[in-house]
């Protein structure tokens, strides 16, 4: 396998995970990007990154360096731009979710994507975690005829104060569906399948004075076929609770599930030990899951081999567009945005 050259813009908390990764898939870290060098400085010495070049401007990085690969650790607004400027240089692009805040960047990213000879990943990884596969599976087999994402965590003061971009709809683009609840969604539409209306309600319930996004929301999924699935997602909980997911199979099956245990019919099917602090990928918070150091080595095999990767542009689109369309719907019935 060949070595990739491999740099990173934005080193701020999820950045370890990803140098983390790009190191246990065998590439190297070139060179680092943050408008605040002492966050790249630190994350050289935490890793031990030896004599790499520290920059302030990534388009300056991307052409001096000419990396095969960056991966965009950023705050939400800089994502599509980024991937935008790499693409167009032929470099591949690991991103960080979302993949972008409006339907006017989604389109520029994909029409980048299109356009270039290199390739784009999005970092829902999730997707990867065994509890989740498995699920897949057995959906795939018995059908929905309903179901239910639930995400109840804790997002605190001190939490939104950790960046100025944290919060903002300029920056951030919405509260705890764009940034938090974003995976449980984007696994619950692979489950499920893409809706092609919905209605929702978002709120901000207990984070008025510190924040201008939502800390809730609701919303009610239809699919062509009449099946109906319901997300539940608040930042305003007072400890982290287990993501959940509930369904009926279309078989009547009924299946309760968190990234843990497996329930079909009462009976336990699966236990994973994917999100135990033990895990040799674990970095970072047990929330984030340890799918990073899987998807990075994922995302550098199909580079490497020419194949299509698991999370492309299209694929991290797909919760962007019910994310915003559950923005624009303010409780009436509306189609998916496209
Ligand atoms: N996949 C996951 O589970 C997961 C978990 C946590 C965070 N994230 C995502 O990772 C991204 C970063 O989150 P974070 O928690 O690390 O944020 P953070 O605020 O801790 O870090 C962001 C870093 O980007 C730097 N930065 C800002 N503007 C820049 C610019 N123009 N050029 C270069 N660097 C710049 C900041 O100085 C900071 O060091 C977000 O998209 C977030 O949603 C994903």
Redesign the pocket.
């Known amino acids: 396998m060949k070595t990739f050259r491999v740099a990173v813009?934005?080193?701020?908390?999820?950045?370890g995970n990803h140098i983390n990764g790009i190191l246990s898939a065998g590439h190297k870290v070139c060179a680092l990007?943050?408008?605040?060098p002492e966050?790249a400085k630190e994350n050289i010495e935490k890793y031990g990154l030896g004599d790499i070049p520290v920059y302030t401007d990534?388009k300056e990085m991307l052409d001096r360096e000419k990396p095969d690969s960056v991966h965009i650790?950023?705050?939400?607004y800089?994502?599509a731009p980024m991937c935008v400027e790499a693409l167009q240089r032929n470099i591949n692009v690991l991103c960080?979710?979302p993949l972008c805040i409006s339907i006017e960047q989604l389109h520029a990213v994909l029409r980048a994507e299109k356009e270039s000879k290199a390739k784009l990943g999005v970092?829902q990884?999730n997707r990867y975690e065994k509890n989740m596969l498995w699920l897949m599976d057995f959906i795939k087999e018995h059908g929905i005829r309903s179901a239910l994402g639930l995400v109840s965590w804790k997002r605190d003061e001190a939490y939104y104060a950790?960046?100025e971009?944290r919060g903002t709809i300029q920056e951030e683009g919405g509260g705890v569906m764009i940034?938090q609840a974003l995976?449980t969604l984007d696994l619950l539409q692979l489950f499920c399948g893409m809706p092609t209306h919905l209605i929702s309600h978002v709120s901000n319930d207990y984070h008025k004075d510190c924040i201008e996004v939502e800390d809730t929301a609701v919303a009610h999924f239809e699919r062509e076929d009449g099946v109906r699935y319901h997300f539940y997602a608040t930042n305003n909980a007072t400890a982290d609770l287990p993501v959940q997911f509930q369904f009926v199979t279309a078989d009547g099956k009924k299946v309760f599930a968190t990234n843990n245990i497996i329930t079909v019919d009462g009976e336990l099917v699966s236990v994973s030990d994917s999100v135990s602090p033990a895990n040799p990928h674990m970095v970072g918070k047990t929330v984030?899951?340890t799918g990073h150091a899987i998807l990075i080595n994922d995302f550098y095999t199909c580079v490497q081999e020419g194949k299509p990767f698991r999370i492309p542009g299209s694929e991290g689109a797909k919760v962007v567009q019910l994310i915003l369309s559950m923005y624009h719907s303010h409780g009436n019935r509306i189609k998916t945005m496209l």
């Open positions: 813009i934005g080193c701020g908390a999820i950045s990007c943050d408008i605040v966050n990534y650790c950023t705050p939400h800089l994502h960080e979710k970092c990884q950790s960046g971009w940034n995976h984030w899951g």
